[in-house]
Antibody
Framework: QVQLVESGGGLVKPGGSLRLSCAAS????????MSWIRQAPGKGLEWVSYISSSGSTIYYADSVKGRFTISRDNAKNSLYLQMNSLRAEDTAVYYC??????????????WGRGTLVTVSS | EIVMTQSPATLSVSPGERATLSCRAS??????LAWYQQKPGQAPRLLIY???TRATGIPARFSGSGSGTEFTLTISSLQSEDFAVYYC????????FGPGTKVDIK
């Protein structure tokens, strides 16, 4: 079954850290670009980060640059997001998504169910 | 940054009726636009990419049109499973999403 399953969310204090994981199955993970996208409670979607299939190319949204690190382990079919210096505004459901590259950028053709990150004292 | 807007915020439609959702970009995105459906507690699902190409497994009642800055998602005959929130996303530049249109039952 083609799917993405996120884990690692939870409650963390401002300034704290958290590592999210995404397990891929049912497709050749190493062939695809991947992304993290988040959705604050009751809000819309915000792209967070992108990593190429080999991991050699990485981009971040300005809102997380310098605090978040995306990585992947193709041998384990897994995607990660290390989140440091967390702020209240990082509170959101974080989705792992498979990215399709087109015209210099990408859209997202497979999404996980998401994992909730709550940043609060 | 390309800002996406969607209208209306909420669309009330009876089952079997046609629904027309609009999406506008702050600058031209060519045909680099996707539409997603999200139901409560679920992940978004890709419906349309390239402004008008249906994703794999998407029923023919969903159609997309437009280019440049104005786009439309049409659901020809609303089924019960179509009541959801719909987002547009441009990928002509760094990806950005619209705020969504909620389609609910009239």
């Amino acid at each position: 079954q083609v799917q993405l399953v996120e884990s690692g969310g939870g409650l963390v204090k401002p300034g704290g850290s958290l590592r999210l994981s995404c397990a891929a199955s049912g497709f050749t993970f190493s062939d695809y670009y991947m992304s993290w996208i988040r959705q604050a409670p009751g809000k819309g979607l915000e792209w967070v980060s992108y990593i190429s299939s080999s991991g050699s190319t990485i981009y971040y949204a300005d809102s997380v640059k310098g605090r978040f690190t995306i990585s992947r382990d193709n041998a384990k079919n897994s995607l990660y997001l290390q989140m440091n210096s967390l702020r209240a505004e990082d509170t959101a459901v974080y989705y792992c998504a498979r990215a399709q590259y087109s015209s210099g950028n990408w859209y997202f053709d497979l999404w996980g169910r998401g994992t909730l990150v709550t940043v609060s004292s | 940054e390309i800002v996406m807007t969607q209208s209306p915020a909420t669309l009330s439609v009876s089952p079997g009726e046609r629904a027309t959702l609009s999406c506008r970009a702050s600058q031209s995105v060519s045909s680099n636009l996707a539409w997603y459906q999200q139901k409560p507690g679920q992940a978004p699902r890709l419906l349309i990419y390239g402004a008008s190409t249906r994703a794999t497994g998407i029923p023919a009642r969903f159609s997309g049109s437009g280019s440049g800055t104005e786009f439309t998602l049409t659901i020809s005959s609303l089924q019960s499973e179509d009541f959801a929130v719909y987002y547009c996303q441009q990928y002509n530049n760094w990806p950005s999403f619209g705020p969504g249109t909620k389609v609910d039952i009239k």
